[in-house]
């Protein structure tokens, strides 16, 4: 789009963010894509109570986009499933990254313990992940 006055608000923007989304794209994309900046698709959310919904449902779909490709990608050789895991913790902080805390100790002194977690949903996709590669996270098979 050329440059100038920002691209004004659509209600059928609502169901494009959401198909991209179901494409795994971020916010900077759906920007990029529209022809804005990240600072108008808030103002949007904030102004558009769809459009907010639409933005959220689209977050939705993007994570999932996320997990089903390193799902995928881990069981090809070569994955870089480390970086991959960076990524799900700076796209998805919230059930991704990693909680670190402190216990014991002051201000100025050293902590007697360093306790990491993972998110509920992060542990349980972890260990399912774990499961699934070793054999054992398969579904029992029905016998009706």
Request: glycine share 10%; net charge negative; aromatic share 10%.
């Amino acid at each position: 789009m050329p440059a100038g006055r920002p691209t004004e608000y659509r209600p059928e923007l609502c169901d494009a963010v959401i198909e991209w989304g179901k494409l795994g794209k971020s916010k900077t994309w759906i920007a990029s894509e529209i022809g804005v900046t990240r600072e108008t698709l808030y103002a949007w959310e904030r102004t558009h109570p769809e459009f907010s919904d639409a933005m959220a449902r689209a977050k939705v779909f993007e994570q999932r986009w996320w997990e089903d490709a390193g799902q995928d990608g881990m069981r090809l050789q070569g994955f870089g499933q480390s970086i991959w895991s960076r990524s799900m913790a700076a796209r998805f902080p919230k059930e991704w990254r990693e909680k670190v805390a402190h216990v014991g100790g002051d201000e100025s002194d050293s902590p007697v313990k360093q306790e990491i977690s993972l998110g509920a949903d992060a542990f349980t996709r972890a260990i399912a992940g774990i499961a699934a590669r070793s054999g054992e996270g398969e579904p029992p098979v029905s016998t009706e």
